[in-house]
């Protein structure tokens, strides 16, 4: 064989070789996805926020379907436009998470048809190139929706294109390997090519420790944002059972990341509270058999070595083999427990509120009733909705003047509360007596957006004060004030005659003939005398003034600015006809008649209301020394 084919044999190895290396170098040449192409390929809602000026950066397309404007729409909004929470309400909400032990804050965000979500938003700041961007992202908490369920496939997705990266390098390493082998077999006929080749593989590697050191740095900036967001990952491989998870997840458990390195499934199930884990169980058991499409179950797990904290467990089945059967599965954990403990102080209160047995009642500002229990319903007999938007006037009785209220309001006003009893008008109309008490509901900022009304139907305890009064100030057979409450209005009297300068007569009368008639017909005949000679003298003295019975067949008649002495004298004469006039009993004509002593106040003199009486009683025996059925006036001191 002569020289020109053996040479031409080996010149087309050589061109074979460089042919091959430079398809080689040509797609090792092609970088992998960045964190552009996550940004864009993530299922969930990711935004980049310029920090000073609150600008949307960029959003990706899960933020586009979220919100439901473009992302061109998006970048040129400002984050303002979604928030609905004012600076302050937005301050306010960064101190309760900083309180809480939050690394999440919970905004109300406005979607592009109009609607409002709950969202909680875990961002933390991050260098892009030359700028720092606040990297968030945001779960959709509204009741209902299943929030950050992007988180997982954020994280395999990025490990997947990891490792396709890795595997594409160790290929083109394996092909440049065996490249360079069959340069070498042929180097006497490629010599040119082969430094060529040294020159591009020196490029190529340059550009694999370039490229290798950007996939570092994207896996460091996941890690970092997963840290920031204080999630928990892990993941499960079903077939042996084995879970990796990172260390915010092992910190989460107490426990340091070294110790969960060989952590099994089974070993899994000792951090998870006894009450939760069946439905820990039958909720993944729902997911790996397809039911449905994400794993999501709240439940408390074993923090250090006694402590409970609450997470929100997520994932996903990411791997499955030709038979359908779950080979890998990814999620994360993110603590809930000040969420959990809100909510419970949130049930407490509302069972609180609906079970109280006193009447509960909240009003805004403006009056309007916000809100009622249950024991309001059952005592005023207004529905709930009959009330709602209205103000507490629907209740008014109409026995309370506007002062009353007034005053009531400038209690609220100066002190927060109010306490005392007020009369107010059920649905049907019926009166009823209530001990309300009224507090002002204070915010942070030392603002009262509400007041809180408590009160209890006291209506019987009324009734039975009324009562007990009754029983104190009147006389239980004839119904006319008693002793004490005839001395209570004479002294009143005496006190409005010295300040007005006019004066008053008390008229003492005690019946005649009264024994007899106890004596021969007995105390049921004395009794019927006495109730029926009460209500007579009751319409025979004027309106104003007072006839009291002091006790067996005495009276008092206390009678106010009475005029001259001719109307006096007409008032007696009506007492002593009323009491001379026959009262029938069983058939029995009973007759007695009274004796009247008059006294006039003033009299000369101090005189109090004890000795007033007294003279009136004295001039009362005169009457009756001079001969019964008529009065006698006292003389003047």
């Known amino acids: 064989m002569s020289f020109t084919p053996l040479f031409l044999i080996g010149l087309r190895a050589a061109l074979c070789a460089f042919l091959l290396l430079a398809v080689g170098v040509a797609r090792g040449e092609r970088a992998g996805p960045g964190f552009q192409a996550l940004f864009d390929a993530h299922g969930a809602v990711m935004l980049l926020i310029d920090p000073d000026s609150g600008r949307i950066v960029d959003a990706n397309p899960a933020a586009s379907a979220f919100y439901g404007y473009s992302r061109d729409d998006l970048r040129a909004m400002n984050i303002d436009q979604i928030n609905t929470f004012t600076p302050e309400q937005v301050a306010e909400e960064r101190q309760l998470a900083a309180r809480a032990g939050r690394n999440y804050f919970i905004f109300r965000h406005r979607l592009a048809d109009g609607s409002l979500r709950t969202v909680e938003a875990h961002a933390q700041p991050f260098d892009f190139g030359d700028r720092t961007l606040l990297f968030s992202i945001?779960?959709?908490?509204?009741?209902?929706?299943?929030?950050?369920?992007g988180l997982w496939h954020y994280q395999s997705l990025l490990e997947a294109q990891v490792d396709e990266k890795v595997a594409e390098v160790n290929t083109v390493r394996r092909r440049e390997e065996a490249l360079l082998a069959t340069g070498l077999l042929v180097q006497t006929g490629v010599i040119v090519l082969l430094g060529i080749n040294i020159r591009k593989r020196k490029r190529l590697q340059r550009e694999r420790r370039e490229m290798a050191r950007a996939m570092a740095d994207e896996r460091q900036r996941l890690i970092d944002i997963l840290w920031g967001t204080g999630a928990g990952t892990w993941e499960w491989q079903v077939p042996s059972g084995t879970l990796r998870v990172n260390s915010q997840w092992a910190g989460m458990v107490g426990r340091a990341p070294e110790e969960l390195a060989r952590l099994t499934e089974s070993q899994l199930r000792e951090f998870i509270h006894p009450d939760d884990l069946a439905r820990f169980l039958a909720t993944r058991q729902q997911h790996l058999d397809g039911e449905s499409p994400v794993y999501e179950c709240e439940m408390r797990v074993r923090s250090g070595?006694?402590?409970?904290?609450?997470?929100?467990?997520?994932?996903?089945?990411?791997s499955r083999d030709e038979g359908g059967t779950p080979l890998g599965m990814a999620g994360t954990w993110l603590e809930i427990t000040g969420r959990k403990q809100y909510e419970d102080k949130l049930r407490l209160a509302a069972s609180v509120f609906t079970h109280a047995r006193e009447a509960i009642m909240i009003t805004a500002l403006d009056g309007k009733i916000v809100e009622v229990n249950d024991a309001f319903c059952r005592i005023t007999g207004y529905d709930r909705d009959d009330v709602l938007g209205h103000t507490p006037a629907v209740l008014s009785s109409g026995r309370h003047d506007a002062s009353f209220y007034a005053e009531m309001w400038r209690a609220l006003r100066e002190t927060g509360h109010w306490q005392g009893e007020v009369w107010n008008r059920r649905k049907d109309g019926e009166l009823f007596a209530e001990m309300l008490t009224i507090s002002a509901v204070g915010d942070e900022h030392g603002r009262a957006p509400y007041y809180v009304a408590l009160f209890s139907d006291i209506t019987a305890q009324k009734l039975h004060e009324s009562k007990l009064e009754r029983y104190a100030h009147y006389d239980g057979l004839t119904g006319l004030p008693n002793r004490l409450l005839m001395m209570d209005r004479l002294r009143q009297a005496m006190a409005v005659a010295e300040r007005r300068g006019s004066r008053l007569a008390v008229a003492y009368l005690d019946l005649d003939g009264f024994k007899a008639v106890n004596d021969t017909y007995g105390h049921a005949a004395g009794d019927e005398v006495l109730s029926t000679l009460s209500e007579r003298f009751r319409q025979a003295v004027r309106e104003g003034d007072t006839i009291a019975r002091l006790g067996g067949d005495e009276f008092v008649a206390v009678l106010v600015d009475p005029g001259s002495g001719e109307m006096v004298q007409s008032v007696l004469q009506r007492l002593l006809d009323a009491a001379v006039r026959a009262v029938v009993w069983n058939g029995h004509h009973l007759k007695v008649s009274a004796s009247i002593g008059l006294v006039f106040y003033p009299l000369g003199g101090q005189?109090?209301?004890?000795?007033?009486?007294?003279?009136?009683?004295?001039a009362m025996y005169q009457a009756k020394q001079s001969g019964k059925n008529r009065f006698y006036l006292a003389e003047s001191a």
């Open 607 to 618: 005189t109090d209301a004890e000795t007033l009486i007294q003279r009136a009683d004295n």
């Open 305 to 318: 070595r006694d402590g409970w904290i609450w997470v929100m467990d997520r994932g996903r089945v990411v």
């Open 138 to 149: 945001i779960n959709d908490v509204t009741p209902g929706r299943l929030a950050n369920q």
